[in-house]
């Protein structure tokens, strides 16, 4: 453990002689990280010896453990620190940083997603209104380095494709020049996760009480609080309402209405109330409802390549980025032959105990589906999928009609929507 003694020394020394500029860390924190090489001269599990050995460590960052499962922090100087992270599950959500500084993959690999936010609105202090663009999307394997820039030019996701994962994180502490510390949920909306309104935490922990009493003026309560609440609080509610909604939590209480129909009502009061603010609302919910989706089928499966197709269906949105970070990990095989392969897998897995008709989530998957998932994968025009797919199987299997449903259900699927985005 002395490497990181020498690692944290020498960045120290380096930094202190640029006058502490936190513009500068980032690189030279990277560069120090690559020369290091510490990935080729320890392992993440020399870490976790190393602090079950120790009588006491050094003083820990986050004892609290809110970022990472857990944090380690193993070295500390006057203006920055270096902590080995743990990631026990796959994903982080869209984020930004208070802080300057660089990371280093030691185990494991990650989808690493880069983005731009052009804000188009202010709400307040705490949350924004804009749109959000993929810029960058890659693997990160061991040994690779990313420098963290404080603020909105460093917005950004990792997707564990391992676990465990560790990452090597050089950073200083929050700088208030960066703050607040905005996490983003696509398509549009920027929010401070650290902000606290211990108001609003009690009237949802009230509303909890409502729905697990079945209280008949439950539905009657939340509307009139959504029709007098602020922007910030209507999608804090609407966010509380969604996760409870689709997780079947409120399924009883609003038994003569599906959980998609309810939210949709209490999605229009808050549209109503708020006009051009809330435009997109629907299209934050209905991109969770994707990736909740998304996320239960990879849950249903252990094979690493099924695991890491759905990794990319969450993460990555367009055909030509999802084939070339497929060819990025299996440079030998043709990239929609592998998803044409594992779509086929998919759709032969059986889920015990699930109502679902398998591991894909759509019925019926047979030959014809997936030749013409092949020919949407290889950029044939719709128009002419038809005329090519009835030549090839006829047309008692393969009627005009039949391959247009066909071609309908796997545009308008959550998991084949990334790839056609």
């Not at 849950?299 to 969450?314: C, G, K, P, Q």
Request: a negative charge; proline letters at 5%; charged letters at 25%.
């Amino acid at each position: 453990m002395d490497l990181f003694a020498q690692l944290g020394k020498e960045i120290e020394d380096a930094w202190r002689r640029q006058d502490y500029d936190e513009s500068l860390l980032p690189a030279l924190a990277a560069d120090a990280l690559r020369r290091a090489d510490l990935p080729a001269k320890l392992t993440a599990w020399d870490v976790i010896e190393w602090t079950l050995d120790q009588t006491a460590l050094p003083p820990q960052k986050d004892p609290a453990a809110t970022f990472g499962d857990p944090p380690r922090t193993v070295f500390v100087a006057p203006r920055f620190y270096i902590d080995v992270y743990f990631w026990l599950n796959g994903t982080t959500q869209i984020h930004q940083h208070g802080f300057s500084g660089a990371f280093q993959v030691l185990l494991g690999s990650s989808i690493h997603s880069w983005y731009e936010f052009e804000r188009t609105d202010v709400v307040n202090s705490f949350m924004e209104i804009g749109e959000m663009r993929l810029k960058l999307c890659e693997l990160l394997k061991v040994g690779d380095v990313q420098e963290i820039r404080a603020g909105r030019q460093y917005i950004h996701s990792l997707f564990h494709l391992d676990q465990p994962s560790a990452t090597i994180v050089v950073r200083t502490d929050k700088s208030p020049l960066y703050l607040p510390q905005f996490s983003y949920h696509k398509p549009c909306i920027a929010l401070d996760p650290f902000y606290e309104d211990i108001t609003l935490t009690r009237k949802l922990q009230a509303l909890d009480v409502l729905f697990q009493t079945d209280q008949p003026d439950a539905d009657r309560c939340v509307t009139e609080l959504l029709e007098r609440s602020d922007f910030q609080t209507g999608f804090s509610i609407l966010s509380y309402l969604h996760r409870a909604l689709t997780t079947g939590a409120l399924k009883e209480l609003f038994a003569l209405e599906s959980p998609a129909t309810q939210f949709s009502t209490y999605l229009e009061i808050v549209q109503r109330r708020h006009g051009s603010k809330s435009d997109d609302l629907e299209a934050v919910f209905a991109y969770r409802d994707r990736t909740n989706e998304i996320i239960r089928r990879r849950s249903y499966v252990t094979d690493a390549e099924h695991r890491f197709f759905f990794a990319l269906l969450l993460n990555v949105e367009g055909g030509e980025r999802i084939l070339g970070l497929i060819h990025g990990r299996f440079p030998e095989a043709d990239p929609v032959e592998k998803i044409l392969d594992w779509t086929h897998d998919l759709a032969q897995t059986r889920v015990a105990g699930v109502n679902t008709p398998n591991a894909l989530g759509v019925e019926d998957f047979g030959a014809v589906d997936l030749t013409i998932l092949e020919h949407l994968l290889r950029g044939k025009p719709v128009a002419d999928i038809g005329d090519a797919v009835t030549s090839e199987f006829g047309q008692e299997k393969a009627s005009t009609a039949d391959v247009d449903a066909k071609i309908k259900r796997i545009l308008a699927s959550n998991v084949f929507h990334p790839l056609f985005a």
